[in-house]
């Protein structure tokens, strides 16, 4: 019986006067349950994005091809975050999918993780003409789409891209520099924070530091149970 099936039922008996029901263990199908969560998960983010496709609260509508809402694993228990999507991202709406999300990529499979086991987004959801930094106004905009996810997603580990996107979610000034040498709890979630793969394409000298704080969230993700349903 899944969990859908389940409720209708005990609220049958609840209308039909049962107050109490005296019943024996019973091994429950976890793994059915599971899948019945994911799916709900996986609907509702679509139906978000479907829902927000023709967000016209701040200017960076005017343009937006596509929106970019976020993609990957419903139920992740890592999530990363950039700050606003690029020129490829527009035309796709998807995350990271330019030469800034192919390095991505290079550095999830570096720490044995793919994009189907996290989930990806971004600040705002649509591009920043010329790739500026978004606009207070703009993040403010957005941050209840974000919020929703992380609610919907529920993850146990974050990781920050970039300064904008850190500074922003941590709600600090701090360098980029100081905000990654530590761990930090957003909504009760541990945090780290790592340079924008699209810095670490122009400037070498931040590979080696962005491997160390890889390497903490790796140590830090393949630590954590398995989520409890």
Not at 10 to 32: N, T, Y
Not at 181 to 188: D, E, P, R, Y
């Given at each position: 019986?899944?969990?859908?099936?389940?409720?209708?039922?005990?609220?049958?008996?609840?209308?039909?006067?049962?107050?109490?029901?005296?019943?024996?263990?019973?091994?429950?199908?976890?793994?059915?349950?599971?899948?019945?969560?994911?799916?709900?998960?996986?609907?509702?983010?679509?139906?978000?994005?479907?829902?927000?496709?023709?967000?016209?609260?701040?200017?960076?509508?005017?343009g937006r091809i596509k929106l970019v809402y976020?993609?990957?694993?419903?139920?992740?228990?890592?999530?990363v975050i950039g700050e606003a999507p690029g020129?490829?991202?527009?035309?796709?709406?998807?995350?990271?999918?330019?030469?800034?999300?192919?390095?991505?990529?290079?550095?999830?499979?570096?720490?044995?993780?793919?994009?189907?086991?996290?989930?990806?987004?971004?600040?705002?959801?649509?591009?920043?003409?010329?790739?500026?930094?978004?606009?207070?106004?703009?993040?403010?905009?957005?941050?209840?789409?974000?919020?929703?996810?992380?609610?919907?997603?529920?993850?146990?580990?974050?990781?920050?891209?970039?300064?904008?996107?850190?500074?922003?979610?941590?709600?600090?000034?701090?360098?980029?520099?100081?905000?990654?040498?530590?761990?930090?709890?957003?909504?009760?979630?541990?945090?780290?924070?790592?340079?924008?793969p699209a810095a670490v394409l122009r400037f070498?000298?931040?590979?080696?530091?962005?491997?160390?704080?890889?390497?903490?969230?790796?140590?830090?993700?393949?630590?954590?149970?398995?989520?409890?349903?």
């Open positions: 019986m899944s969990v859908k099936a389940l409720n209708q039922y005990l609220e049958f008996l609840k209308i039909a006067g049962v107050q109490d029901i005296f019943i024996k263990s019973i091994p429950i199908d976890q793994e059915f349950a599971d899948n019945d969560l994911l799916e709900s998960k996986k609907l509702l983010l679509q139906e978000l994005s479907e829902k927000y496709a023709d967000c016209q609260k701040c200017e960076l509508h005017q976020g993609q990957g694993n419903a139920d992740a228990k890592l999530m020129a490829e991202e527009n035309k796709s709406g998807q995350a990271f999918v330019g030469k800034a999300g192919q390095l991505l990529d290079r550095q999830l499979k570096a720490i044995n993780l793919t994009r189907e086991e996290i989930y990806i987004a971004n600040i705002v959801k649509c591009r920043p003409p010329g790739n500026r930094d978004p606009h207070p106004v703009e993040m403010e905009a957005c941050m209840p789409y974000l919020q929703e996810q992380i609610e919907i997603i529920q993850p146990q580990i974050f990781l920050f891209l970039g300064r904008i996107a850190a500074q922003a979610l941590l709600n600090t000034t701090t360098s980029l520099g100081r905000l990654r040498l530590t761990a930090h709890i957003l909504n009760g979630i541990p945090a780290y924070v790592t340079y924008h070498s000298e931040y590979r080696k530091p962005t491997w160390e704080d890889l390497q903490k969230v790796r140590d830090q993700y393949f630590m954590l149970p398995s989520k409890q349903r």
